[in-house]
């Protein structure tokens, strides 16, 4: 019996060799090849895509950025709540100190301290033995006068007063004397009423003195205002006067004891009588007398008391 031949012819290893290594050469060129693969469609399609794909990128950028502003916003804004919470703590250990403070004053006695007595302003007199002459009691030797007028707002109660006291002071006047007369008010600005205008001085003439009448009475349509007693006084030195009479019905806008050291050194080398007339219900106001009576004694002048 004859044996079959069970020999298989195959392909010859050349030929395998061959269809692989253009296998693998196929596959690479595919690779390097597929970024610049392009499907189906239109150039303009293609750059549309390739648009949209940048403006995602550049997208995914500002998000970046933006996300990181925020981080850094957020970690600001946590500082700066730490650090309120610091001072809302000092504060409120503040107000306690405060508090504390308040009470320890509370319970403190206050020492009242003892006032001089206020000397009673004497009633005008006759003419003094020794001097020229006295007005309204104001015994003086002075020649020349400046008088100034308070034409404050609560003035306007004493209205007839102030223009009765100006006219006796005007009164005894001749020619022998210069006088002017300056009105002041805070309107709210300190302004100044002037007989005559600038700093002149007029005679005691009878016309002259009837001007001055005139003028005291349109002084009373003015009355408003506050009281800056401080610069009126000031004003009333660039006169060359030898004697200025004040008269006023209430305390002024600056400190009293302020005004009082400020004119007197003004007044230490000039040596200007300065006298002072209360107008009004001045015995109701201790503070107003007061100031009164030391401005006047430290400036060589008088007070003196006008009331209904």
Do not use: C
């Amino acid at each position: 019996m004859k044996i079959p031949n069970r020999e298989t012819t195959v392909f010859s290893t050349s030929a395998i060799d061959l269809f692989a290594s253009a296998l693998g050469a196929f596959i690479l060129l595919v690779m390097l090849l597929f970024p610049f693969y392009r499907h189906g469609g239109s150039d303009e399609d293609f750059a549309r895509t390739r648009d949209v794909m940048e403006q995602r990128r550049l997208a995914a950028g500002q998000i970046e950025q933006l996300s990181d502003a925020a981080r850094a916003l957020q970690r600001e804004l946590e500082t700066v709540t730490e650090a309120n919470l610091g001072l809302e703590e000092r504060i409120a250990r503040t107000r306690n100190d405060l508090r504390d403070m308040e009470r320890q004053v509370s319970d403190t006695p206050v020492p009242v301290p003892a006032l001089d007595p206020v000397e009673e302003p004497r009633p005008p007199t006759a003419l003094v033995d020794g001097v020229e002459f006295s007005i309204l009691g104001l015994a003086t030797e002075s020649k020349s006068f400046v008088i100034v007028v308070d034409m404050s707002g609560s003035m306007m109660n004493y209205e007839g007063l102030m223009l009765r006291a100006v006219l006796d002071i005007l009164a005894p006047l001749d020619e022998s004397n210069r006088f002017a007369i300056v009105g002041f008010q805070g309107n709210p600005e300190p302004v100044l009423w002037r007989f005559p205008g600038g700093l002149g001085m007029l005679a005691g003439s009878e016309e002259n003195l009837r001007q001055a009448g005139e003028f005291t009475r349109g002084l009373a349509r003015k009355f408003v205002g506050s009281t800056p007693t401080h610069y009126a006084l000031q004003a009333a030195f660039e006169y060359p006067a030898n004697a200025i009479i004040l008269m006023s019905d209430g305390e002024p806008n600056s400190p009293p004891g302020y005004i009082v050291e400020s004119i007197t050194r003004e007044n230490q080398f000039r040596q200007t009588e300065l006298h002072t007339v209360a107008i009004g219900d001045y015995t109701h106001n201790r503070n107003l007398v007061l100031f009164l009576q030391t401005l006047s004694r430290l400036n060589n002048g008088d007070f003196v008391g006008v009331s209904r």
